[in-house]
């Protein structure tokens, strides 16, 4: 069975940082893209950041938040993290864990269950 567990989220100030983790399990992890999306209130799914399959990673991150993200993976452990620097009230969202179908991006099998980052002063 495929599992996604996220953790690490909470709430935080304008400018502080965050670091969410997902744990994956069921599968053959190193074989498969990952990303981070995300669920703003009342909006829709927005993709953040992905990262390649294999041994060498190769990230991508959407416009919203290049330069402030950096996500990762370790394929010993079966993780992907996602190191939030510089957080702003719009970064306020649910953010899930996605095994991507083919290549990073918007198409996804499973989804975790989601962790909530809430950024307020």
């Known amino acids: 069975e495929v599992q996604l567990v996220e953790s690490g989220g909470g709430l935080v100030q304008p400018g502080g940082s965050l670091r969410l983790s997902c744990a994956a399990s069921g599968f053959g992890f190193s074989n498969y893209a990952m990303s981070w999306v995300r669920q703003a209130p009342g909006k829709g799914l927005e993709w953040v950041s992905g990262?390649?399959?294999?041994?060498?990673?190769?990230?991508t991150y959407a416009d919203s938040v290049r330069g402030r993200f950096t996500m990762s993976r370790d394929n010993g452990k079966n993780t992907v993290a996602l190191q939030m620097n510089s957080l702003k009230p719009e970064d306020t969202a649910v953010y899930y864990c996605?095994?991507?179908?083919?290549?990073?991006?918007?198409?996804?099998?499973?989804r975790g269950q989601g962790t909530q980052v809430t950024v307020s002063s």
């Open positions: 996605v095994r991507n179908r083919f290549v990073v991006g918007t198409q996804y099998d499973y």
């Open positions: 990262i390649n399959r294999g041994s060498i990673s190769v990230t």
